[in-house]
């Protein structure tokens, strides 16, 4: 066990064997700055002043040649092989409300929602608190690292955690996923993270835009949105979009709430090329232009929270800019 310093002050925390700096100090109830947890965006970097470290990912996107030849590293990548003394600056808005925990997890049921997206069912010992939106690293046998997957249910005191995930042509996690893991097989599960949680003291309605497996969080939002006191007799308006006709779905778990079709409203998006046979005749195109055609009068007095593909993400990023949406109602975690 290791002790990391924090230069210039008296505050340490240790970190466990096999953990890293920037997940054991949200353990210790710390606000380490963070958002995406697999090295790709950056958000938690340091300085390393002593001490020794393993990186994890050789070669992480977020981490540049000068920010190395600075002594930059980066804290959910960063293990260390000894105590360390690092230069950062603690957030508050990074201390997590349920402090994330490494746990073993079992596989009790799995459903296909579409044709390569399926819903996989765990349950852990303890229980499982979190807040709609957040996501869970899990660790797979043989897989080096963590792959970040958002919950779909909301917290509960059963241990339950509901990950759709979209199998990804050749991706190695959810090769093992779809073909190898089976009902009663347990793997190691450490959360909750994220920042891109439901906001229940805001007076906003509420927009959730998801594309492909990013409809697992908006799920979750929307099912403690429906039911939160605070957030009573608010608009949900939940825009999903696929590639084809095939890959839409979400619907019939948005049916089971209440509200539906009165205070929660669905829409569907398509955006390939229309086929003879395919039967679609509801919305066309990307989703941010189906969501600006739709709201872009009200977007700015929303909250507004979305997940997807990078490039889903960056398109939304834009519009919403252009429409000049205040960057504290827009809420989402970057994948990569």
């Known amino acids: 066990m290791a002790v990391i310093t924090l230069n210039g002050s008296d505050l340490r925390w240790e970190c466990d064997e096999g953990d890293t700096i920037m997940r054991s100090a949200l353990r210790a109830g710390l606000g380490f700055p963070y958002e995406c947890n697999v090295g790709s965006c950056g958000n938690c970097r340091f300085d390393l002043l002593e001490g020794e470290i393993e990186e994890l990912r050789a070669d992480p996107p977020g981490l540049s040649e000068r920010d190395r030849a600075r002594g930059r590293r980066l804290g959910c990548q960063a293990s260390p092989l000894s105590d360390c003394a690092v230069k950062l600056r603690l957030m508050p808005q990074y201390e997590s409300l349920f402090r994330p925990q490494r746990q073993a997890a079992t596989l009790v049921a799995t459903s296909d929602i579409t044709h390569d997206i399926r819903e996989f069912r765990f349950r852990s010992e303890a229980t499982s608190r979190f807040l709609s939106g957040q996501y869970a690293l899990l660790h797979l046998p043989g897989i080096p690292g963590g792959r970040a997957y958002s919950m ?104 089971m709430l209440p509200g539906f079709g009165t205070n929660i409203h669905y829409h569907p998006v398509v955006s390939g090329m229309p086929e003879a046979d395919d039967g679609w005749d509801g919305y066309r195109g990307y989703v941010h232009e189906v969501a600006h055609s739709l709201f872009a009068a009200r977007l700015p007095s929303c909250e507004i929270y979305f997940a997807g593909p990078p490039a889903m993400g960056q398109a939304i990023q834009k519009m919403l800019v252009d429409l000049g949406v205040d960057s504290t109602q827009v809420h989402f975690d970057q994948f990569y």
């Open 152 to 255: 779909a249910n909301t917290s509960n005191d059963d241990g339950e955690w509901h990950f759709q995930i979209r199998r990804v042509p050749g991706g190695e996690a959810t090769g093992y996923l779809f073909s190898q893991l089976r009902v009663g097989d347990r793997i190691e599960l450490d959360g909750p993270y994220g920042m891109a949680y439901l906001r229940e003291n805001s007076p906003r309605d509420i927009v959730c835009i998801a594309g492909g497996s990013g409809l697992s969080p908006m799920v979750s939002i929307t099912r403690a949105a429906a039911v939160a006191p605070s957030l009573a007799g608010r608009r949900i308006d939940f825009v999903f979009g696929g590639r084809t006709a095939q890959d839409i779905c979400g619907k019939e778990m948005l049916q």
